[in-house]
């Protein structure tokens, strides 16, 4: 056990280049190979938080300007996930969730209930939050260690559900991303989707990058566009003309330099993928295999980022209109990319029904993540993580997770009737993705 936090202690960026090299090594590739590109994949993690920081530590500031400029009363603020991976990892359900979640992608890949080989491990610890919030609303370990179980068939299901706009979309063939923030918000772009497609007229509505570069020139290139999103949260945050041209700078910097933090993970991640699937079909019998990855590697995408630059703001407007909320969207602004990243390939990279999604799955993420404040809050305090028994935690990744958020109110209600709506407007979205797969499916047998 003091093994397994030593590795998780690591963080992503060690952790996951290691469990890289071990696959890679476990399969024939040689050593030099095998290291080079686990170095590779590390550097690109290293380059992605090295964004992320810089997006919480300028973009965050002016959010939270902008709340306090136009008197929001929202007190209780979003501590990311960069808050909330290390209390989920302090719980007591933590070192034997790892085990479990491999455990289970095992079973389901010898049932073939699933083709996705999971190697993302870090992000275990969406799956082990399920089963630790469980764990803290009820006070039985087995209803905890039962989250986490439900949480991975569900994340391991959505990389196969998902694998074609993987593919499609982002161009990343035989890769899933079977992840508990980015995979469990695309039903709802589903449904979106569904819907506007019978909507005469609306469903002729198509706004892409390359579209508003095409109309604008020069002036529609996604760094020029979001130079001009930065003034506007400049503007909105209040700050003065040198700190909104210096804030509009880094959001152009941001939007510039995250398609090439991404690369050093796709050059190290592909030669050894392609090498897994092979030797997997080899062994079983020409069955196909989809390595399951961090959604990190979405956020190349130009409609991506874009979209997240512009739900920065928009989070900030949807918290305050959602009923009853004091939770504040802070530590997973920067992050917003991954709840919408999915939804942007559901909708082939159309931005205006991105928005449309987006917004709906941030009202319902913000709603979640209201009312899960108690419990989160608890979590913290159980973890030692939160030594301030009148303070409040919240988190949008996670703690506005449906999966969670249903699970627990099963053993733990608080709320009768948010459950129902919560649990039936999910349940059709669960159902529509899993027809759309079996459509796509279908044509591809058919081609």
């Known amino acids: 056990m003091a093994f397994l936090q030593y590795i998780i202690d690591l963080g992503a960026s060690v952790m996951l280049p290691l469990v890289i090299f071990i696959i890679a090594v476990c399969f024939g590739i040689k050593v030099g190979k095998a290291f080079y590109s686990a170095i590779s994949i590390g550097i690109g993690f290293v380059g992605i938080g090295i964004i992320v920081d810089f997006m919480q530590a300028s973009i965050g500031p002016a959010a939270k300007a902008m709340a306090e400029n136009f008197g929001l009363n929202l007190k209780v603020v979003d501590v990311g996930w960069p808050g909330m991976s290390p209390i989920t990892w302090a719980s007591k359900i933590a070192l034997i969730a790892i085990p479990i979640a491999i455990l289970v992608n095992i079973v389901m890949l010898l049932l073939k209930m699933t083709r996705v080989v999971n190697v993302d491990i870090w992000n275990v610890w969406h799956m082990t939050f399920t089963g630790a919030i469980a764990y803290a609303a009820t006070g039985n370990y087995w209803i905890g260690i039962l989250g986490v179980i439900v949480h991975a068939v569900i994340a391991y299901k959505f990389g196969d559900w998902f694998r074609y706009d993987t593919e499609d979309y982002f161009g990343l063939e035989g890769i899933a991303v079977p992840h508990g923030t980015s995979a469990y918000m695309a039903p709802f772009a589903v449904m979106v989707d569904a819907i506007i497609d019978k909507i005469p007229g609306l469903n002729k509505i198509t706004i892409d990058s390359d579209k508003i570069e095409k109309r604008l020139g020069i002036f529609g290139q996604p760094v020029i566009v979001a130079f001009f999103l930065g003034i506007i949260i400049g503007i909105l945050a209040g700050y003065d003309v040198k700190a909104i041209l210096q804030l509009a700078i880094k959001v152009a910097a941001v939007i510039s330099l995250m398609p090439k933090v991404i690369k050093p993970i796709m050059e190290g991640l592909m030669p050894i993928s392609e090498v897994v699937k092979e030797r997997l079909s080899k062994r079983f019998k020409g069955s196909e295999f989809l390595i399951g990855l961090d959604p990190a590697i979405l956020l190349g995408d130009p409609t991506v980022v874009s979209a997240g630059l512009i739900f920065i703001p928009l989070s900030i407007v949807i918290a305050l209109i959602v009923p009853g909320n004091q939770v504040l969207p802070f530590g997973d602004l920067a992050t917003i990319g991954f709840f919408i990243a999915m939804g942007v390939a559901v909708h082939k990279g159309n931005l205006f029904r991105t928005l449309i999604s987006g917004s709906i799955i941030m009202y319902i993420t913000v709603w979640i993540a209201n009312e899960s404040v108690g419990l989160t809050t608890k979590l913290a305090q159980m973890t030692g993580t939160l030594s301030d028994t009148s303070g409040k935690v919240a988190a ?30 999910y349940a059709i979205g669960l159902y529509m993705t899993w027809a759309r797969f079996k459509k796509l499916q279908k044509t591809r047998e058919s081609q």
């Open 396 to 425: 949008l990744d996670q703690g506005g997770s449906p999966i969670t958020y249903i699970f627990t109110q099963l053993f733990h209600m608080t709320n009768a009737l948010g459950l129902v709506v919560i649990a039936i407007i």
